[in-house]
């Protein structure tokens, strides 16, 4: 049997019921690895494109975590003895329904934090991916520096652009901490 990889991740992507499973799924991931802190930051271009970053304090992600994630059908959780919330890897195919789709983590600070990247992740979600180093001129590396997260782990993913027709709620705070009671196991945030 063949997959196609492309459909696949566009059918993940469709069969979504509202932009706020991003959250959701963002969250989740985020306590599977421990994180303590989360911050979410959404923002609208002047062409109302709606972007967000999502920054934890979790134990970040390896190269073969990275693999996983954008990947297709596997995931890897840090220990696999706690009761993980996702074990598929289909829930992060969400954050590839937009123009670009960043992801810097770190899982050993000896290792530093690493980039991938992707336009339109999407459209061959089955490319060679470069992971590099985080370069320290960059605003990503401010704002790690400024969120005082570099000397530790975490993982900050922006998904710019996104295509979603009600990508706009992800703009309402009052929508996302209401989405957040009533759908993650965090409750109140």
């Given amino acids: ?10 059918e ?16 989740s ?5 421990s994180a303590t802190t989360i911050y979410i ?28 994630f954008w990947g297709i059908g596997k995931s890897v959780k840090p220990d696999q003895s706690l009761r993980s919330i996702g074990y598929k890897g289909h829930g992060t195919k ?3 329904l937009c123009h670009k789709l960043t992801v810097v983590t770190c899982a050993d600070p000896a290792v530093g934090w690493l980039l ?5 992740p999407d459209d061959d979600p089955q490319a060679p991916l470069e992971t590099k180093p985080l370069d320290p001129h960059t605003e990503v590396y401010k704002l790690l520096d400024k969120l005082k997260l570099l000397r530790g782990t975490g993982t900050l993913i922006m998904i710019e652009n996104l295509r979603f027709g ?4 992800l ?8 989405y957040c009671d009533w759908f993650t196991v965090l409750g109140d945030i």
Avoid at 29 to 33: E, G, I, L, W
């Fill in 94 to 96: 969400l954050f590839f």
């Fill in 29 to 33: 991931n985020a306590k599977d690895h």
């Fill in 41 to 68: 930051r959404t923002s609208n271009s002047a062409r109302n494109e709606v972007s967000i970053q999502l920054i934890d304090n979790g134990c970040g992600m390896n190269e073969s975590g990275l693999a996983a």
């Fill in 1 to 10: 049997p063949t997959i196609d990889a492309k459909n696949l991740v566009r």
């Fill in 171 to 178: 703009l309402s705070r009052s929508q996302i901490e209401s």
């Fill in 166 to 169: 009600d990508a706009s709620t």
């Fill in 12 to 27: 993940l992507g469709a069969n979504k019921v509202q932009a706020l499973e991003l959250i959701r799924e963002a969250l």
């Fill in 116 to 120: 991938t990247e992707r336009s339109m």
